[in-house]
Structure formats: C-alpha cells, structure tokens
C-alpha cells in the first residue's frame, strides 16, 4: 500500500520560514512514475495545491501563490519530499497535505493517496 506522511509544521512567527516533509512508502521512490503534491486547507476554505514534483523527470510545479517563496525537492535516500516555505505571512495558516498521483495539477482530484496533514500556524 502506497503511504504518505506529512511532518514538520507548527507555530511560526510572520516572516519566518518552515520545511515539511513527506515521508513516501510503497513507492519505489527513484524508479516509479510519479508525482508528489503539497496541498492547503485554510479554516473554512476549500483545499488547493501549491507545489509539486515529478519524482522521476525532476520538473517542479508552483501555484501563483506559492511561487518565489517555496521550493520542494527530494531525497531519494530517504523516500521523502520536501516543501520549504519562506517568508510566511497569517494568510499561509493552513493544514498542509501531501499527496501522490500520476501528473501534476492544482486540483485534488488528481491524487490518489493522501497523508494525514500537518498544521502550520503564522502569528502576526
């Protein structure tokens, strides 16, 4: 079974920065074809992807939102991926999914698997 983990958020500062990560199990994270997402859910709102790679070709995606202030990568030792975030602004409180499926898009239905999600809160 393929699984997803997503860890690394919490309390942040406005202008501070996090990393996530999302652990990838049931994958051959090097060799497969497939593409792994970062999606927010803001209290109330629907949830909308802002990044994603392609694990095997290595092309990386940002929303408008996301753009210039993210930056995912990979570690193929580790089966994880990762989403840096910088300069964090209270609109970014959010819980943060990760997600696999076999293109990128900004639309969840595109994925198939999903983690559990982490919450990321930035205090003004």
């Known amino acids: 079974d393929v699984q997803l983990q997503a860890s690394g958020g919490g309390l942040v500062q406005a202008g501070g920065s996090l990393r996530l990560s999302c652990a990838v199990a049931g994958f051959t994270f090097e060799s497969d074809d497939y593409v792994i997402g970062w999606f927010r859910q803001a209290p109330g709102k629907e949830r909308k992807g802002i990044s994603c790679?392609?694990?095997?070709?290595?092309?990386?995606f940002y929303t408008t939102s996301g753009k210039g202030r993210l930056t995912i990568s990979k570690d193929y030792a580790k089966n994880t991926v990762y989403l840096h975030m910088n300069s964090l602004e209270p609109e970014d409180t959010a819980v943060y999914y990760c997600a696999s499926g076999s293109a990128c898009g900004s639309q969840a239905y595109l994925y198939d698997y999903w983690g559990q999600g982490t919450l990321v809160t930035v205090s003004s």
């Open positions: 790679i392609n694990i095997r070709n290595l092309n990386t």
